[in-house]
T-cell receptor
Framework: GQQVMQIPQYQHVQEGEDFTTYCNSSTTLSNIQWYKQRPGGHPVFLIQ?????EVKKQKRLTFQFGEAKKNSSLHITATQTTDVGTYFC??????????FGKGTMLLVSP | NAGVTQTPKFQVLKTGQSMTLQCAQD?????MSWYRQDPGMGLRLIHYSVGAGITDQGEVPNGYNVSRSTTEDFPLRLLSAAPSQTSVYFC???????????FGPGTRLTVT
């Protein structure tokens, strides 16, 4: 079945440093979504990418979808302590099937 | 609107006991799903439903049953709890035509 790999598993940065997490799928995706989960909380939807090569920005967050629609990345510029949490990518191949990566846990030290 | 609600928030079961995790939504979303989250494993799909009366298995369905008699409710039943079912369980919904998933606050289950 479809597999979605996410790296790194964990990253600890100093506040102000940049952060990037990468997501790779074993199959071509119809779309990719990104979620953020704060410690003790539930996943919260950040964004969805559907087009090959698509790039979207949300303030300090930049999301990219690869040309082959098999990989994606989330880049945070100048991290803040409020960015702490686990970031998940989720690859979609249809309306009802979504495969989550194992997530990247981000810790930001002030 | 309450969005997606889950009860209970915490539960401790003994091996072999049964219980039902409740999930309710007031957004009239057609699609509902159950995930379990274990440390280092991400979110794994247990069961899902694309509408009332329709359910299907996800990646890890063994040991769990679901039913969907109404649009609003999607309970998850553990028939005979096992320690391997210790996990955090999330219910999620999607509105037809969109892909964004709305997650409930989760139920933390421990089976001893």
């Amino acid at each position: 079945g479809q597999q979605v790999m996410q790296i790194p598993q964990y990253q600890h940065v100093q506040e102000g440093e940049d952060f990037t997490t990468y997501c790779n799928s074993s199959t071509t995706l119809s779309n990719i979504q990104w979620y953020k989960q704060r410690p003790g909380g539930h996943p919260v939807f950040l964004i969805q990418l559907v087009k090959s090569g698509e790039v979207k920005k949300q303030k300090r967050l930049t999301f990219q979808f690869g040309e082959a629609k098999k990989n994606s990345s989330l880049h945070i510029t100048a991290t803040q302590t409020t960015d702490v949490g686990t970031y998940f990518c989720a690859g979609g191949s249809g309306y009802s099937t979504l495969t989550f990566g194992k997530g990247t846990m981000l810790l930001v030290s002030p | 609107n309450a969005g997606v609600t889950q009860t209970p928030k915490f539960q401790v079961l003994k091996t072999g006991q049964s219980m039902t995790l409740q999930c309710a939504q007031d957004m009239n979303h057609e699609y509902m799903s159950w995930y379990r989250q274990d440390p280092g494993m991400g979110l794994r799909l247990i069961h899902y439903s694309v509408g009332a009366g329709i359910t299907d298995q996800g990646e890890v369905p063994n040991g769990y049953n679901v039913s969907r008699s109404t649009t609003e409710d999607f309970p998850l039943r553990l028939l005979s709890a096992a320690p391997s079912q210790t996990s955090v369980y999330f219910c999620a919904t999607i509105k037809r035509g969109f892909n964004e998933q709305y997650f409930g606050p989760g139920t933390r289950l421990t089976v001893t």
